[in-house]
């Protein structure tokens, strides 16, 4: 069974930087896509950016230029790097990894919590 291990969440002042990380217990074979999701209590899951196997990475309209998705395959990581936060920005973000199988993997949850 594979575990992703998220780190690097917690309290930042708004315009302060955050950098997550998702760790995969194990190397999973034939990824189609990993991304990174937040959640607001009482909201739905969203999509906040994501890297397609072989594409183009993909942002949500309200982190472009702000939010960077990266990957470290050797060391089975992907990252979110996180600048210029906002308020708004505060969730309990998830990585997720999918396989061309349908199979999807989630993370713990990390929070995020951005002060004005």
């Known amino acids: 069974q594979v575990q992703l291990v998220e780190s690097g969440g917690g309290l930042v002042q708004a315009g302060g930087s955050l950098r997550l990380s998702c760790a995969a217990s194990?190397?999973?074979?034939?990824?189609?896509?990993m991304g990174w999701y937040r959640q607001v209590q009482g909201k739905q899951r969203e999509l906040v950016a994501s890297?397609?196997?072989?594409?183009?990475?993909n942002y949500a309209d309200s982190v472009k230029g702000r939010f960077t998705i990266s990957s470290d395959n050797a060391k089975n990581t992907m990252y979110l790097q996180m600048n210029s936060l906002n308020p708004e920005d505060t969730a309990v973000y998830y990585c997720a990894i999918t396989t061309a199988l349908g199979t999807m993997y989630w993370g713990q949850g990390t929070q995020v919590t951005v002060s004005s």
């Open positions: 890297i397609p196997s072989g594409g183009i990475t």
């Open positions: 194990r190397i999973i074979f034939g990824i189609s896509a």
